[in-house]
């Protein structure tokens, strides 16, 4: 009985404790929960002010991303898209990204709230600084592509078999020691640098967001590849990624995803084919 009686308040203890984290950290969710809520907004207004394309050689459509307002210059139209990739990437990054800047939090906490505060906000200063940096590089290199699209006949119509071919390479992607390697070094980031400081605080947004970019460069590959302002990819994929870091069982949850990308690249090379 008297065992029983201390499990019982060890259990009490425990939740209490929980309860308490969970109120301490209830400013910082509810901004979080704010800053999703305004990006994934964002980010649909965007899509659907943009939601135009050109019908291609092949039977497929060119995003509205790549193109070029007849008003607008390279910079601005660079500019445009860096700022919804930026504010996309936050729809879809933030739900993964919590418990690591919770983690992150528990592990410096101090008496300054407001100074807990601005490292949290560096930290994910960092994180996002990559994902931008991610944007930064694959923004010329769609301006290339879409260029030769438009150029090569031959080039335009192979698109759909070679959109087919990057989910199969990236649904594969899904089951290799690779993945499974950056999945766990992502899931298992210290928790902080070697001091709370502001430079610590940023280089470890940094290495958060290098972790989570490369164990992320599949589904990336999926969502470019099947188009950048698509809404639904959009979802699936951050779907998929935050299964991923929050499933007890990441592994299976990785390798659900493959399955699912594989069968979607199958089903578009057979299309292409069908319509060929």
């Known amino acids: ?24 950290e209830r400013g910082v969710v509810g901004i979080s929960a704010l800053l999703f809520i305004a990006s994934a907004v964002a980010t ?17 459509t060119m995003s509205m991303a790549w193109m070029r307002m007849s008003e607008q210059s ?10 919804m990739w930026v504010v996309m990437m936050v729809a879809m990054m933030l739900p993964s990204l919590m418990p690591m800047l919770l983690r992150y939090r528990g592990s410096v906490r101090g ?9 949290t906000g560096l930290a994910g200063a960092g994180y996002i600084f990559v994902w931008a940096f991610f944007g930064a590089v694959v923004y ?7 260029a030769a699209e438009m150029r090569w006949l031959a080039l ?14 990236a649904g594969c992607v899904q089951f290799t020691a690779w993945k499974a390697r950056q999945l766990g070094h992502c899931r298992n980031a210290p928790a902080c640098g070697p001091s709370p400081d502001a430079r610590s605080a940023w280089q470890h947004g940094v290495r958060l967001g290098v972790r989570c970019s490369l164990c992320c ?3 990336m590959m999926v969502l470019l590849a099947t188009g950048v302002m698509d809404l639904g990819a959009m979802a ?22 493959g399955v699912v990308i594989i069968a979607a690249g199958v089903l578009v090379i057979a299309r292409a084919l069908g319509a060929a």
């Not at 010329?140 to 879409?146: K, N, R, V």
């Not at 335009?156 to 390479?169: C, E, F, Q």
């Not at 994929?237 to 659900?256: D, G, K, N, W």
């Open 1 to 24: 009985m008297a065992r029983f009686d201390a499990e019982l308040t060890a259990l009490d203890s425990g939740a209490v404790v929980q309860g308490n984290r969970w109120a301490r």
């Open 156 to 169: 335009a119509r192979s698109v759909p078999i070679v959109t087919g071919v990057v989910l199969l390479l």
């Open 44 to 60: 649909v207004y965007w899509c659907r002010s943009m939601s135009g394309s050109m019908a291609m050689p092949g039977g497929w």
């Open 111 to 119: 008496p300054n709230e407001i100074r807990l505060g601005r490292l």
């Open 236 to 257: 699936v994929v951050t779907a998929a990624i935050t299964v991923e870091r929050l499933s007890p069982r990441p592994q299976y949850a990785a390798r659900a995803a």
């Open 217 to 219: 460069f599949g589904f």
């Open 74 to 83: 390279l910079l601005g139209a660079a500019a445009s898209f860096g700022g």
């Open 140 to 146: 010329p290199l769609g301006l290339i592509l879409t």
